[in-house]
């Protein structure tokens, strides 16, 4: 083990209560994963009052902005924080759970369905866990790496049904909330208010006003929010060269694509990606 590894390991897992609470840097080094057990806590995530209770599931990505956490009497749960850039070079295709990530990023607390989910959400920490200290084991790098992929693709099958779940409720809630709902299923390819407007049989001019009154954010700035973050993950993914992103996302050139990337992120595609490096 190199002195880098034991300032800061790239798997922590462990048991957290009232009393023993998160490392001091886990917001900045890791990505949390939390399944609690008993009790529950509270907490502000983006500016809004948020509780997980026994039973439930919560996933924060690193440099979330997040505080005020409290916890309640008897508050028993397991955690197990990645190392960001660890997890972030071995995310498979990123692009089969592009919609459930984003969906974790603005709905942080899951519901586990029974207790098979709960087991399996637990199984899949200890695995990625054991792997990550069998350090004697000939192969261990590759061995590593081949199970946070798997460990991805266990939460990926996690977030996707929460994502599910959601959105069957949403497609007969309110205008605003089947709005939200389109602008997260829609948003690769379709970047115009009068999309969704047209979607929800009223027009541009009242959707933003909807919009507005719901919160205080026009219809544009929402689609432009959720297009934003699905090409900042999509840069961030290295198996997706510049110009396959530009059509996955349904523009008609590479130029385009670089004006409007460079116009809602201030750099164009290949120098946020030099910035990575």
């Known amino acids: 083990m190199n002195s880098k590894e034991e ?19 886990f917001q900045d080094n890791y990505h ?3 399944l609690c057990h008993r009790g529950s806590f509270t907490f502000l995530f983006n500016d809004t009052k948020m509780k997980c209770k026994s039973g439930e ?15 309640s009497k008897g508050f028993k749960a397991t955690t197990l924080l990645v190392e960001k850039q660890f997890l972030n070079d071995n995310v498979p295709d990123q692009n ?13 607390v899951l519901q586990l369905n029974d207790q098979n989910d709960k087991q399996r959400v637990l199984s899949n920490f200890q695995l990625l866990y054991y792997k990550f200290q069998d350090k004697e084991h000939r192969f261990y790098e590759e061995a590593l790496k081949l199970q946070m992929r798997l460990f991805i693709l266990e939460m990926w099958h996690t977030f996707t049904s929460e994502f599910e779940r959601r959105k069957r409720s949403l497609q007969t809630g309110t205008i605003y909330e089947q709005f939200m709902h389109l602008v997260q299923e829609h948003c690769m390819k379709e970047r115009e208010v009068q999309f ?21 954010i026009t219809a544009s700035e929402w689609i432009q929010r959720y297009t934003k973050e699905r090409i900042v993950l999509l840069l961030e993914n290295k198996n997706f060269n510049i110009a396959e992103i530009a059509d996955e996302m349904g523009f008609s050139s590479r130029s385009f694509f670089t004006r409007y990337v460079k116009k809602i992120l201030g750099v164009t595609p290949s120098e946020y990606r030099t910035r990575l490096e």
Do not use: C, M
Request: charged share 25%.
């Open 7 to 25: 300032r800061s390991p790239r798997i922590v897992l462990s048991k957290l209560s009232r009393e023993k609470g998160f490392p001091d840097d």
């Open 32 to 34: 949390t994963h939390l």
């Open 57 to 71: 599931f919560v996933f924060w990505f690193a440099n979330s902005k997040l505080s005020e956490l409290e916890f």
């Open 96 to 108: 089969l759970s592009i919609d459930a990530i984003l969906h974790s990023r603005q709905y942080p």
């Open 196 to 216: 969704y407007a047209d979607q929800l049989h009223i027009t541009a001019k009242y959707l933003n006003y909807v919009s507005k009154q719901n919160s205080d």
